[in-house]
């Protein structure tokens, strides 16, 4: 597990924790990484708040360091208690890759709240591997049309809409009904 987190006491604590991030942000542009996420683990343990969602990416991710999923929902959660709310579509992710599926919605939907439109794909994705082709289409919608979502998951949602449609779903999520049956019959109605 990762080293907790501490709190910043007065404003000497405060620089010193702020000059360890800004060395850790010159690590990582340099593309050193294995410091940086020494620089800003130290910044974070010294109670600085912005370097908390920072590592949790790097140990989310296995920047400059083994990927540890435990270790980044510490800090992710920790960001999230301290006002960083964009962290939520990150915790969602880490849950559902442990089939938490529905603390995972919880997360996605918090995500949602803070204008990240990407979280709306990961929720329809999670609706289509349980096979709700209603609810899948309707958060693919509005992945589509959210200003908020990259153009990456906006496409990839139109794809999976298409897909859907092409294997006899509407936009309602319903299947159409055939108009005939195999051997040309009309149905009777």
């Not at 599926?101 to 990240?116: E, L, P, T």
């Not at 609706?127 to 693919?140: A, I, R």
């Not at 779903?169 to 009309?186: E, I, L, M, V």
Request: glycine content about 8%.
């Amino acid at each position: 597990m990762a080293v907790k987190a501490g709190k910043l006491r007065n404003l000497d604590e405060a620089i010193k924790a702020n000059e360890l991030y800004r060395r850790g942000d010159q690590s990582w542009r340099k593309g050193h990484l294995r410091p940086a996420f020494r620089l800003f683990l130290a910044a974070a343990r010294a109670g600085m708040e912005a370097a908390f969602s920072t590592v949790g990416n790097f140990y989310h991710n296995g920047i400059g360091v083994k990927a540890n999923p435990d270790a980044a929902l510490y800090w992710y959660r920790l960001a999230y208690r301290s006002g960083a709310h964009s962290v939520a579509n990150n915790i969602g992710c880490i849950l559902r890759d442990r089939k938490k599926f529905g603390q995972a919605i919880v997360w996605f939907r918090r995500a949602v709240q803070q204008k990240d439109g990407d979280a709306n794909l990961n929720i329809a994705k999670l609706y289509l591997h349980k096979g709700d082709l209603v609810k899948t289409c309707s958060y693919l919608d509005k992945t589509r049309r959210s200003p908020w979502a990259t153009e990456q998951s906006k496409e990839e949602a139109r794809s999976l809409l298409r897909k859907m449609t092409s294997m006899g779903a509407d936009n309602s999520g319903t299947h159409r009904a055939r108009k005939g049956r195999a051997g040309g019959a009309p149905l009777k109605r």
